[in-house]
């Protein structure tokens, strides 16, 4: 049932007949620091290169075609490149977060919710953790006219540079960046990145971990100065194409793995801050390492017999076999005909047996049907069902919002249906069960 931690969406075993359930630890168990040391391979990888070369030839066009604009057409590139930049930063950090540990090539398929949103976030992300140190510069110093002239580089007021207080302010930002950056990309609103308790609560939750983080981020910022430096030498080589992308390609090494980084800390710590789901940080124990042995014989004294390969359980008998079959064969039958009552009794009967034996697509059937007859508490176990047997086929996010309906709807469950909806969002962005989601979940609270 919902809530109740376990290695799937409900956990092998919860239902009777479901088999041993594994043994279950949480990811703190490997400890952050430990995952950091292979952080810095992320981009350098068969699957890396290749999106970082992508990622850099797209950027580098759009910092030509700036170049070429006239003045009042460079907004639009600009924010082009803004956006393809920031989404493909809060795509790495969400991906990592949920455990693909692997580059993938963004998919930017809504202009709006794909390009220029993701700009706007991070924008106003990065504007609001330094937005202290502007308002002191701009008060102290320059003025609102004069403030884009020292943003730009182009002039610099005396004393500023040795301004202790500024130095802070930017310290100060610097540290609240990493957490300004995990509320965007896990869709919470600007706002929260203003909320001062909300966030100490938040940082705190996070510990030692949060910390080391920041460190790291740090480290990355200094080395994102340098490769900058290599940045204008490639241009200067001045290859065209060939130059620019290199450049943009360097100056990525530095964000991609800083993304990478953002993302262990929420694959790790991320229901310390309220994000996915407390079972999503739960992970086996033994991994995928199979049992060696097989089951033993009934008779004392004899030792455990190797398995075959592949092999962990013990045979069925023939005739509960062909028994469970058929009531399978049976219920497939009834869902193919419609024929509700029919299946409704089948399910029933085969709810003592492992429920990976029965199809995702019969176990939302039945959840459908359930929900209709008024029958709630099977729907619920039926879609719940339909989720864990399958959570990568298409019926897995179907069931869940179904799911969440039902709890919501029917059941009057309404912190469940949140955490359904919110479980949604987080496991599959970009579905339309996703998108469905969003419209009936208010924002993210602590």
Known sequence: MMGQRSGGFTGAGSSGGGGASPILAHRRRTPLATRLKRAWRYVFTASGLPVLMAVSLALAFLGWMMEMSLPFLKPLPLALYGSMFWGTFFTLVRDTSRGEMELDTPEFIDFFRDGLLPGIRGLTATTLVFLPALLYVMLGYTGWVGLGFVLAGESRPPGLMADVVLWLLLLLGLVWLPFALLVTASGMPPTVILDVPRMVRMARNLGSDYLLTTGVLVLLGGVHLVTHVVALVLRAVDMFIVSRVLAEGVTLLAPFTAAHVLGLLMYVRGDSVGYGMDRDYLEPVLGDTKPRLAAPPMRDGELFPEAPEGATLVEMPDAARRTENEELTALASAVESRDVP?????????????????????????????????????????????????????????????????????????????????????????????????????????
């Open 342 to 446: 029919q299946a409704m009794a089948l399910y029933a009967a085969l709810r003592g047996q492992p429920k990976v034996r029965v199809p995702p697509a019969h176990h939302l059937f039945i959840g459908q049907a359930a929900a209709v007859e008024g029958n709630f508490p099977l729907a619920v176990q039926a879609l719940e069902s339909a989720a864990d047997v399958a959570p990568d086929d298409p019926t897995a996010p179907r069931a869940l919002v179904l799911l969440a309906r039902v709890l919501g709807e029917k059941m009057q469950e309404i912190s469940r249906a949140e955490q359904v909806y919110r479980y949604v969002i987080h496991r599959y962005p970009d579905s339309s069960a996703a998108r469905f989601a969003r419209e009936r979940v208010p924002p993210s609270a602590d």
